[in-house]
């Protein structure tokens, strides 16, 4: 049984890109959280999607932006990329029964921006 | 609104020694509770979890934790640290009933002297 994965593994890309990040949960799970973890920081919650629609969000802006697919996988989109937006985003995936069940997260994607 | 505080970023204990990795929260209804450990380049891993019920939890690799209202606190404990110990901590609270928006601490990481 796979669990949460990721792609890709490393990404670096310039100020005032655009990026894309993948996801794909754990089977059997429909939830699908992100989380940006900045260097020696806590995760900080980005946004969860479930049934294919936003269902809550952190305080990130608007640049942050995200999808669920029919089959549950995740896309975390980043525009106009800044120089803090390097970090590790961690996905984390659930079944959506409400607090209290927990999420198993992939291994991250580190984003380097220059 | 929620928020998890992790007393000490940096902690170390001798191999064979005592490990008291100490949280506290805030929650303005009754938390979920959670312990994860990250290590180096990987992603989080769940130790324990109290949701309702016994306030002393077991978890994985022989730590546990215990739930204190009065105290607001959920410290998370092992008797006797080992070498593969050596990892960050990190404390994380979500509320009951709602959607699973974790709140996370900065972490603790754990140095476990040979």
């Known amino acids: 049984d796979a669990g949460v994965t990721q792609s890709p593994t490393h990404l670096i890309k310039t100020r005032g890109q655009q990026v894309t990040l993948r996801c794909s949960p754990k089977?059997?799970?429909?939830?699908v959280s992100w989380y940006q973890q900045a260097l020696g920081q806590g995760p900080q919650f980005i946004f969860q999607y479930y049934e294919e629609e936003e269902r809550q969000r952190g305080n990130f802006p608007d640049r942050f932006s995200g999808h669920q697919f029919p089959n549950y996988s995740s896309e975390l989109n980043v525009n106009a990329l800044l120089l803090g937006d390097s970090a590790l985003y961690l996905c984390a995936s659930s079944l959506a029964a409400g607090g209290g069940d927990e999420q198993y997260f992939g291994p991250g994607t580190r984003l380097t921006v220059t | 609104a929620q928020s998890v505080t992790q007393l000490g970023s940096h902690v170390s204990v001798s191999e064979g020694a005592l490990v008291l990795l100490r949280c506290n929260y805030s929650s303005s209804v009754p938390p979920y509770l959670f312990w994860y450990v990250q290590y180096p380049n990987q992603g989080l891993q769940l130790l324990l979890k109290?949701?309702?019920?016994?306030?002393l939890v077991k978890g994985i690799n022989g730590f546990e934790a215990e739930f204190k209202k009065s105290e607001t606190s959920f410290h998370l404990t092992k008797p006797s640290a080992h070498m593969s110990d050596a990892a960050e901590y990190f404390c994380a609270v979500t509320t009951r009933g709602g959607y699973q928006k974790v709140t996370f601490g900065t972490g603790t990481k754990l140095q476990v002297i040979p």
């Open positions: 089977s059997g799970h429909d939830t």
């Open positions: 109290y949701t309702t019920g016994a306030t």
